[in-house]
């Protein structure tokens, strides 16, 4: 089914560096969650936001089916999925072509020697930095507070500015007047975890800086 959706971008390599062209047909910016899960926050953020491009990214069919039958009772032009493992980003995103990127309660991978396949780890973040353009930013949320940590560190020592931090974003008034749930944070948080979240923008410098 999701090899024959119409709302899953298939083969995404070819469109490289052209997603707004030629799969939304415009110049928004692209915002794109990885590890989108049954996608209820890219849906609400994607209809919230008509002025920007969406797309939310999973590895597993059997999860993103469900996003996708959600979305196909409400259709919206700004949104559209990828199967896809983020390892592989750099093959599907050129340079500079992502404004944001949303990372939601992504896998922890608790054990050292998988470090690397934390998508908050200065292994993906040192991807990120090529794909997102100077000052794009990376929006994260979990319940996890050593990946939270961990996270935090990775961001400092690769030069990451910290724009937004907060340990217990349920009872920060002001950031969830534009906060979208996701599943699992409506789960953890009914169970008293507190949530966590940083914003961190891109080290890279501007064209103009020297
Ligand atoms: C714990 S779930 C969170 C789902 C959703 N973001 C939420 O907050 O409800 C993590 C999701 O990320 C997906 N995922 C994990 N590693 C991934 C990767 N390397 N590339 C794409 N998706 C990944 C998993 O399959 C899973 O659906």
């Given at each position: 089914m999701i090899a024959e959706n119409e709302y899953v971008i298939h083969e995404p390599e070819q469109?490289?560096?052209?997603?707004?062209?030629?799969?939304?047909?415009?110049?928004?910016?692209?915002?794109?969650?990885?590890g989108t899960g049954k996608g209820r926050f890219i849906t609400e953020l994607a209809a919230s936001d008509p002025s920007a491009d969406y797309l939310g990214i999973e590895k597993y069919s059997t999860v993103l089916l469900k996003a996708v039958r959600k979305f196909s009772g409400n259709v919206l032009d700004n949104l559209r999925f990828i199967r896809m493992d983020a390892e592989y980003i750099l093959d599907v995103f050129g340079e500079?072509?992502?404004?944001?990127?949303?990372?939601?309660?992504?896998?922890p991978w608790p054990k050292d020697r998988h470090?690397?396949?934390?998508l908050p780890s200065s292994s993906y973040l040192k991807r990120f930095e090529r794909l997102l353009g100077p000052g794009g930013c990376i929006e994260f949320k979990t319940d996890n507070r050593e990946l939270f940590d961990f996270?935090?560190?990775?961001?400092?020592?690769?030069?990451w500015?910290?724009?937004?931090?907060?340990?217990?974003?349920?009872?920060?008034?002001?950031?969830?007047?534009?906060?979208?749930?996701?599943?699992?944070?409506?789960?953890?948080?009914?169970?008293?975890?507190?949530?966590?979240?940083?914003?961190?923008?891109?080290?890279?410098?501007g064209p103009h800086s020297s």
């Amino acid at each position: 089914m999701i090899a024959e959706n119409e709302y899953v971008i298939h083969e995404p390599e070819q469109y490289k560096g052209r997603f707004t062209a030629e799969i939304f047909g415009n110049d928004r910016p692209l915002n794109i969650e990885i590890g989108t899960g049954k996608g209820r926050f890219i849906t609400e953020l994607a209809a919230s936001d008509p002025s920007a491009d969406y797309l939310g990214i999973e590895k597993y069919s059997t999860v993103l089916l469900k996003a996708v039958r959600k979305f196909s009772g409400n259709v919206l032009d700004n949104l559209r999925f990828i199967r896809m493992d983020a390892e592989y980003i750099l093959d599907v995103f050129g340079e500079n072509e992502i404004n944001r990127i949303y990372l939601n309660f992504s896998d922890p991978w608790p054990k050292d020697r998988h470090a690397k396949r934390r998508l908050p780890s200065s292994s993906y973040l040192k991807r990120f930095e090529r794909l997102l353009g100077p000052g794009g930013c990376i929006e994260f949320k979990t319940d996890n507070r050593e990946l939270f940590d961990f996270g935090l560190s990775e961001a400092g020592q690769s030069g990451w500015e910290v724009c937004y931090l907060s340990y217990d974003l349920h009872n920060d008034k002001e950031a969830m007047q534009t906060n979208i749930m996701t599943e699992y944070e409506e789960k953890f948080s009914s169970l008293g975890n507190p949530i966590f979240k940083y914003i961190i923008k891109n080290p890279k410098p501007g064209p103009h800086s020297s």
